[in-house]
């Protein structure tokens, strides 16, 4: 896998043009269980084909259970300069229930053991929402994390799908729904706890300390070309999107035959639109009426001047230097106000 990675990595240099590269982020399944010299090797041919700006940021995704001290060693020695580790919770009945394989322990010593290995910026990821009797779970969960001074917070809010073993125990009566109202208070509590401590929304999910918000996430968000590299994996190069084949034996194929698995996706101006509505929105950045004007010819004012002038007298939105930005109240309805100013043509 390593091989056909670094041979897809030679192959779409060209992909983004030879812009310089920000940001290197090894994610989606396990990058945790890469060995030393798996990533010697991949880091050296993205220094070889690509042109890397100064201070590039490279991050790895791990799990708790998976950052020993030996490991976050061979890491931090190797390039990974930033961690995003998958704690969820620091409650053990909770990562019980969610069948996390850590404790809240492990996460706690996952978290000294980065800073020992000299790693400076580390972003843990929480979920809220958990039914539970009260909110003092929530309120632990958030405390400990500031206590361990992580430089970045990405907080979800549990979803339930039909399909997966929660749904099924919802539609058995064995788990309640997730209650919207008790999920809005934690999202409050959130919102209040991270702007006492100083951290930053960025988005609506992601909060960071000044200077450390992801320059990972922020490239989706602000319509910016991406390369992803691997199995699933999906790029922009600011004129098309393509995604790589999701099933590891016929991408090891098509690679060991000089070929990249993938199908190019394309999107109308009425979807590209719609996506850069509903991701700029979640953003402290907002909307930005010049972009949609000059990129695609969309006047959003004009088309929805009604509805604006509604929601703004509701807070929920105003505009700023030529951009639409969400108040915290109208965040925490942001898809239902993005999908409610979203164009469509007329057949």
Known sequence: MVDAICKELTMQSEFLGRDSVYTIYFGGGTPSLLEGHHLKKIMKVIQYEYDL????????EANPDDLTPEKLQTFYRHGINRLSIGVQSF???????????HSGQEAIDAMHNARQAGFENISIDLIYAIPYEDHSVWKSDLKQAIRLGAEHISSYCLTIEPKTAFGKWVEKGHMPEIDEDFAAEQFEILLDTMNKY?????EISNFAQPGYESKHNSSYWKDEKYLGIGPSA???????????????AKYLKGLSENQIPFEVITLSKEDQVNEYILTSLRTKWGCSLD????????DLLMQHRDYLNKISLQDLIYEEDEHLILTNAGKLLADKLASDLFIYTED
């Open 53 to 60: 700006a100064t201070n590039v940021e490279v991050t790895l």
């Open 291 to 298: 972009l949609l004007k000059q990129k695609y010819g969309v």
């Open 234 to 248: 999906h790029s922009y190069n600011g004129r098309f999107r393509k995604a790589n084949v999701a099933n590891n």
């Open 91 to 101: 409650n053990d009945e909770n990562l019980k229930w969610m069948n996390r394989q």
């Open 198 to 202: 100083g951290y930053d929304q960025y």
